[in-house]
C-alpha cells in the first residue's frame, strides 16, 4: 500500500530554508511501522533524511517524534492505524519542547539535566554493607514496576502543555523519576526530595492535562506520578505553597459546604494579608463585576451537607499509605 | 422529552451563570427535560484537585453521586468538561476494580446508598449525538451562522485520556464540537492548540504560564480568523475569557475574541435571543457577534 510521508526537514547549514516539510510517497505492507518507512525513505529515497532509531522494538525510546500531531515511538506504531477512506497520510515532526539539531533529531540534553536534576538513584542512610543486598519485599516494590518501565523516550516531554510555555518546568519525565525514589522503600531522603520538588518549576506547576499520560508508550502515567508527589508532600507538611495551599482550601470548601466557594478559593490560597497578590486579583474582580460574574460572596451549603462530612470523616482519616 | 438527571457543576452555579441559564433555554429546545432535584445534594466532583489530596476520598464522593442517579433510573447529564472528566475517571477506576468498589459502598452503606457501576456521566455534547441525534439538533437550527468562523476548545478531561473516556468506542466524541460548528452553518477554524490546556488549573499556582497559555490559544485562533471560540468547559471559558485581557496585556496585542459556551452556540443557532443566551454576561465582549447577528436576516 502507498502511504505518504510529510516530514518536517530543518538543516542548521542549510543556506535557503531552515525549516520546510518534503513529501515522500513510498510503498510499505500492512504490517509496516512509520519508522519502516522512514527507514525505507533514508535508504531509498533521500540520504539526507536524519533521524534516530535503534532497538525498533519500542525498548530504547530512540524514535519518539510527533505524528500526526500526537508524540508517539515511530516503531511501535503501525502506518495502518492512520488509514482513512483508503488513503495513508502521515505529519512527522520532531518531538516537541526539545531543539532540533536536524530533521527529526532533538537535543536531549535539557531532558537528561532536568532527570539528574532529581538525583534518580537511591540515597539510603543505611547502605549494604560490602557483599551485602538492601532487600525490598516483592510486594513493596511491584507498584513501583510501572513507573519503572519508562525508557526516557521523551514523548511526555514532547507533548507536555507547560513546557510550551516555560521551559524551565521539571516536567513529566523527571518529575515521575522523582515519585520512582520517594516511593521507594530503601531510599530514606524522601523529606529532602519533596522539598526540591516543591520549589517553582516543580511538581505543582503541572496542569494535570494529561497529555503525558495519553501519549506515554509504555504507562508509565507521569501525571498520576505527580498527583501522588503531591499527595505524599502535604502529608509531609510541606504546605507552604500557593499549590498546596489551593489544594487545602479547595478540599476544605468541599467539606464544609459539599461545593466549590469560587469567592474564597483565591482569597484563602493567597492568604488574606497577602496584599501584593490581592492586589493582582483587582483587575479580574473589576471585570467579573462588570458582567456580572462574581460567585456568590455568601457561599450556602448543599442540602445534604452532613452526608458528604460524614463520608470525609470517614475516608480522609484513611491515610493513603506510601505503598 | 427525553429525561436526564442534571448534574450542573459548581462552575455554572457559580462564576458561570450565563452557562447554566443558557442551558436550560436550550435543553428544553432539545426535548432534553433536566431534572434538577435528585443531585441538589450531590457534591463537586473534587475537579482533580481533591484527588491530589486523597483520590480515594475523590472517588468515594463521586460514587455517591452515581448511586444517587442510580436510585432515580435517569441517565446522567453534565455541563462541565472537568466534571465529565472526573467522573469518568472515578467511575472507570470504580467499574473495573471490583474490591475497591466494594470497599467504598461499604463507606456509603451508612448514607443508604449503594453504587452497582451501572452510571455512565454523560456532557451535553455527548448527549446531543448519542441520545438526541444530530440530525434531530440540526433540525431545530433555525438561523443560519453562515459568515462567522469559530474555534472549538474542549478541554483536557473530555479528551483525555482516551482510554477512560472510551473514544474508540464512540468516535463522534473526537470530533463533536466541530461537527457542531459545522452543523450551525458557520466556517470551523480548526487549530491544534483545540485541546491543549486552557491553564485554569495553574491560575492561582503560577499566573503567569496559566496566561501565556490563554495568549497562546486565543491569538492562534484569532490569527486563523476565528470570530469566536465555542468551548464545553465552563473552567476554560473562565481563564480564556477572564485572563484574555491579562494575556492581551502579556503579548502586547489586543485579542478581543469572544469564548461562547457550547448552549450559548446551540441557541444561537436556534434564533434564541442572545440576551437570553446571556451573552452579555462576558468579560470579552460579544457585541461583535450580536451586531451581525442583528443585521443577518
Same mark, same amino acid.
Given at each position: ?16 530554508? &531552515?525549516?520546510? *516539510? ?15 518507512? &522512514? ?9 539526507? @533524511? ?53 530533521? &527529526?533529531?532533538?537535543?536531549? =540534553? ?11 538513584? @537511591? ?18 516494590? +511491584? ?19 507547560? @513546557? ?5 518546568? +521539571?516536567?513529566?519525565?523527571? @518529575?515521575?523519576?522523582?515519585?520512582? *525514589? ?32 495519553? =501519549? ?15 499527595? *505524599? ?56 463585576? =462588570? ?13 445534604? =451537607? ?18 | ?40 445534594? %450531590?457534591?463537586?466532583?473534587? %475537579? ?112 483525555? !485520556? ?35 490546556? #486552557? ?36 473552567? #476554560? ?7 484574555? !485581557? ?11 475574541? !469572544? ?9 444561537? %443557532? ?26 443577518? !436576516?
Amino acid at each position: 500500500m502507498k502511504v505518504e510521508y510529510k516530514v518536517k526537514r530543518y538543516n542548521p547549514e542549510s543556506d535557503v530554508a &531552515l525549516e520546510s *516539510f518534503d513529501t515522500y510517497v513510498v510503498e510499505l505492507d500492512q504490517a509496516a511501522t512509520v519508522l519502516d518507512g &522512514l527507514i525505507k525513505i533514508r535508504e531509498e529515497v533521500d540520504n539526507t @533524511l536524519t533521524l534516530r532509531c535503534s532497538c525498533r522494538s519500542a525498548i530504547c525510546g530512540s524514535c519518539a517524534m510527533r505524528i500526526n500531531g500526537q508524540a508517539m515511538l515511530a516503531c511501535n506504531t503501525k502506518v495502518s492505524d492512520f488509514e482513512e477512506n483508503g488513503n495513508i497520510k502521515l505529519l512527522v515532526e520532531p518531538p516537541g519542547n526539545m531543539p532540533v539539531i536536524k530533521d &527529526l533529531v532533538v537535543d536531549f =540534553v535539557p531532558f537528561w539535566s532536568k532527570v539528574k536534576s532529581v538525583d534518580p538513584w @537511591l540515597k539510603s542512610s543505611h547502605p549494604p554493607k560490602y557483599m551485602e543486598e538492601h532487600i525490598a519485599s516483592n510486594e513493596s516494590m +511491584l507498584h513501583l514496576s510501572g513507573v519503572m518501565g519508562c525508557i526516557m523516550c521523551g514523548a511526555c516531554v514532547s507533548d507536555c502543555t507547560v @513546557l510550551e510555555v516555560d521551559k524551565s518546568f +521539571l516536567g513529566p519525565a523527571a @518529575l515521575a523519576k522523582a515519585y520512582r *525514589f520517594v516511593s521507594d522503600p530503601r531510599d530514606d531522603s524522601t523529606k529532602f526530595r519533596l522539598k526540591a520538588l516543591e520549589k517553582p518549576s516543580g511538581m505543582w506547576d503541572c496542569t494535570r492535562c494529561m497529555q503525558c499520560v495519553e =501519549v506515554c508508550p509504555k504507562g508509565v502515567d507521569p501525571m498520576g506520578r505527580i498527583m501522588k508527589l503531591r499527595d *505524599f508532600a502535604i502529608q509531609d507538611g510541606y504546605k507552604n505553597t500557593y499549590g498546596a495551599k489551593h489544594t487545602a482550601v479547595f478540599t476544605d470548601s468541599v467539606k464544609n459546604t459539599g461545593w466549590l466557594n469560587e469567592f474564597q478559593l483565591p482569597l484563602r490560597t493567597f492568604g488574606i494579608f497577602n496584599v501584593f497578590k490581592l492586589l493582582g486579583l483587582l483587575p479580574i474582580l473589576l471585570d467579573a463585576l =462588570v458582567s456580572r460574574k462574581v460567585p456568590p460572596v455568601f457561599h450556602h451549603k448543599l442540602p445534604s =451537607v452532613s452526608s458528604i462530612q460524614r463520608i470525609f470523616k470517614k475516608v480522609d482519616l484513611q491515610i493513603t499509605k506510601r505503598e | 422529552m427525553k429525561k436526564f438527571a442534571f448534574y450542573p457543576g459548581c462552575v455554572s452555579r457559580g462564576a458561570c451563570p450565563e452557562l447554566f441559564d443558557s442551558t436550560l433555554t436550550v435543553c428544553e429546545r432539545l426535548g432534553i427535560e433536566l431534572i434538577h432535584e435528585p443531585l441538589e445534594g %450531590a457534591s463537586c466532583t473534587g %475537579a482533580g484537585v481533591l484527588q491530589e489530596k486523597n483520590q480515594k476520598l475523590g472517588d468515594t464522593l463521586n460514587a455517591r453521586t452515581f448511586a444517587m442517579v442510580e436510585k432515580t433510573g435517569l441517565p446522567l447529564l453534565t455541563i462541565c468538561s472537568t466534571c465529565q472528566g472526573v467522573m469518568a475517571q472515578a467511575n472507570y477506576r470504580l467499574r473495573s476494580d471490583k474490591n475497591y468498589l466494594d470497599e467504598i459502598n461499604r463507606d456509603l452503606a451508612d448514607e443508604n446508598l449503594q453504587y452497582s457501576g451501572s452510571v455512565e456521566p454523560k456532557h451535553l455534547l455527548w448527549v446531543l449525538f448519542e441520545d438526541i441525534g444530530v440530525d434531530y439538533v440540526k433540525s431545530q437550527f433555525t438561523r443560519s451562522l453562515e459568515g462567522f468562523k469559530f474555534a472549538p476548545f474542549y478541554g483536557c478531561y473530555i479528551v483525555r !485520556p482516551s482510554d477512560v473516556l472510551a473514544l474508540d468506542v464512540n468516535p463522534d466524541r473526537k470530533n463533536s464540537l466541530e461537527q457542531i460548528i459545522e452543523a450551525t452553518g458557520a466556517e470551523l477554524v480548526d487549530f491544534p492548540g483545540k485541546t491543549a490546556c #486552557c491553564g485554569f488549573p495553574i491560575l492561582l499556582i503560577n499566573e503567569t504560564n496559566s496566561t501565556k497559555m490563554v495568549g497562546n490559544h486565543t491569538l492562534s485562533a484569532k490569527r486563523k480568523g476565528a470570530d469566536a471560540m465555542v468551548t464545553p468547559c465552563p473552567l #476554560c471559558h473562565l481563564n480564556l475569557d477572564g485572563y484574555q !485581557p491579562s494575556a492581551s496585556l502579556l503579548r502586547r496585542e489586543k485579542i478581543n475574541l !469572544p469564548i461562547l459556551h457550547l448552549p450559548q452556540l446551540l441557541g444561537l %443557532a436556534m434564533g434564541i435571543e442572545p440576551t437570553e443566551l446571556k451573552l452579555n454576561r462576558h468579560i470579552v465582549s460579544t457585541k461583535k457577534i450580536i451586531s451581525t447577528l442583528s443585521v443577518t !436576516p
